[in-house]
DNA sequence: TATAAAAAGTTTAAGCTTGAAATATATTCC
DNA sequence: GGAATATATTTCAAGCTTAAACTTTTTATA
């Protein structure tokens, strides 16, 4: 008891302060994961039942909806952030079905250019619309505002683990 | 232009108003998406380099904690979320490792308890720890008062798709 | 110009996930 | 008691995902 206190003090108090951010950081987290999922579910689930598709054959067609041109396997996978067998294996199975064509790219044969049929825009822009009132629907607790109040909060969130953005 | 016109223009202003709603909520959807998935990535990876086991395998262990006595395969896969066919396998390979045991339910042969070993549960307690710390660096910009904030912000969004809570 | 290094894609092995079918046991009810 | 139904779990087929190994082609460089 003879022993200075304040600075044990200030560090106690700043451990249990840490720690408590921590906590509620962690609580975050924590419902974040929980509210995507559920949301995720909800949406394969449609996606799954009304166009037999997938989740992530429409992130792909919706990347490939941005490039008329195409992209190349390469850009495909950096965009989405995936690994590039994995984007390997999903146009595979979208080619199977007609929605996305490879085209060999004049000049390197190494790299392929890929992108969506008429077929595949088309049955592409059914889904999106149908997405987006998923979406809406799954939504309907949120307003608008609170909608852009919450994506402003989220963009301190970690975006470049490393990963470019 | 002689038939009249308001009617028409207030179902205008309405679908419009409506369509800029579900354009942020999407908006709010995917950036939500983006985040959670590049958090998901992260701790992956560190579970993947620093201790060998997986997300899943994470989320089971700290089902099983908070069950001393273990979890019914049901309770398990209830709790998580997932489906019973992907809790067996995740069991499957923690049991191989050892972490987990199967335990023979008196009175029905149909049912079986699951549970954390000793080991098991002090390499949880270690992984938890590290987890919580990686959550904890990741949400860095997130001040204790911002995280509570989203939290309660993220309460109005979807929780309980038809699934029970 | 040979050879090494880099780049683009695919393949592979392992694990996660689902929905549906199958198996085994328990319960209900006639 | 025995048939029908319900419950608990596993198995299966298909698809997603990753990291690592591999193949092919291009580029750099000695």
Chains 1, 2 share one sequence.
Do not use: C
Request: hydrophobic share 40%.
């Amino acid at each position: 008891m003879t022993a200075p206190q304040t600075p044990q003090v200030n560090s106690r108090q700043a451990a249990l302060s840490q720690d408590a951010s921590s906590k509620e950081r962690l609580r975050l987290w924590l419902r974040m994961l929980r509210v995507t999922r559920q949301v995720e579910a909800a949406l394969r689930e449609k996606l799954r039942t009304e166009y037999d598709s997938t989740l992530p054959r429409f992130d792909v067609m919706a990347a490939l909806l941005q490039a008329p041109n195409g992209l190349k396997m390469n850009e495909l996978s950096k965009r989405l952030r995936v690994s590039n067998g994995n984007v390997t294996g999903i146009i595979d199975r979208l080619v199977e079905d007609g929605s996305v064509e490879r085209i060999a790219i004049e000049g390197d044969r190494r790299a392929t250019r890929v992108r969506l049929t008429p077929a595949g825009r088309d049955a592409f822009t059914l889904m999106a619309e149908a997405h987006e009132h998923w979406v809406n629907d799954l939504f309907e607790g949120v307003t608008a505002e609170d909608a852009h109040h919450i994506g402003e909060l989220l963009h301190r969130l970690p975006t470049h683990t490393g990963a470019p953005s």
